[in-house]
């Protein structure tokens, strides 16, 4: 402990003059939400993007169109990907086998919406100097437009889609 305390760093943090890691190396984090899915192509080109090279970690689940019943997870470390299933959206199955309880009555009061139910994207991106606002525009690009959306799930099954197939 004493020598922790004469150290130049313990001083400055005490004094306030510490500069916080993700001040000096950068790094910054944001979360990306929305109530439409993704066009499968679109996302993989996202996230095979020259910004994912600035993405440290990155996690949460997302809702594509060509797997409408579907949340699939996500998940970023360095340069190591993983997608996988997550589950069905409670909005995929059949309103009388749904489960019941207060934990499924919460949840549905927190995450449905219509028309999707609780069907959505939400990750998290933390890297160094990331391009936040390109990032984010590009994420929303991903999204189905107005005319995809109006095509139906009938529709978006015709949507290429390379991600892994489980």
Request: glycine share 8%.
């Given at each position: 402990m004493e020598t922790a305390q004469r150290s130049?760093?313990?001083?400055?943090?005490?004094?306030g003059e510490h500069t916080p890691e993700t001040e000096e190396y950068g790094i910054s984090s944001f979360v990306f939400r929305a109530r439409r899915p993704f066009h499968p192509q679109r996302?993989?080109?996202f996230l095979k993007g020259d910004h994912m090279w600035t993405v440290l970690r990155s996690k949460g689940f997302f809702w594509l169109?060509?797997?409408h019943d579907t949340a699939i997870n996500w998940s970023l470390a360095g340069h190591v990907a993983r997608v996988s299933p997550?589950?069905?959206?409670l909005a995929a199955v059949p309103e009388h086998l749904r489960p019941q309880g207060e934990q499924v009555a919460d949840y549905l009061e927190q995450y449905w919406r219509e028309p999707f139910g609780d069907?959505?994207?939400?990750l998290v991106f933390i890297g160094m100097e990331?391009?936040?606002?390109t990032m984010l525009k590009?994420?929303?690009?991903?999204?189905?437009?107005?005319?995809?959306?109006?095509?139906?799930?009938?529709?978006?099954?015709?949507f290429t889609d390379d991600f892994p197939v489980w």
């Open positions: 130049a760093g313990w001083l400055k943090e005490l004094q996302l993989m080109d169109a060509s797997r997550a589950g069905t959206w069907r959505r994207q939400e990331m391009p936040t606002e590009q994420l929303h690009n991903a999204l189905l437009t107005d005319a995809e959306l109006a095509l139906g799930e009938a529709g978006w099954m015709l």
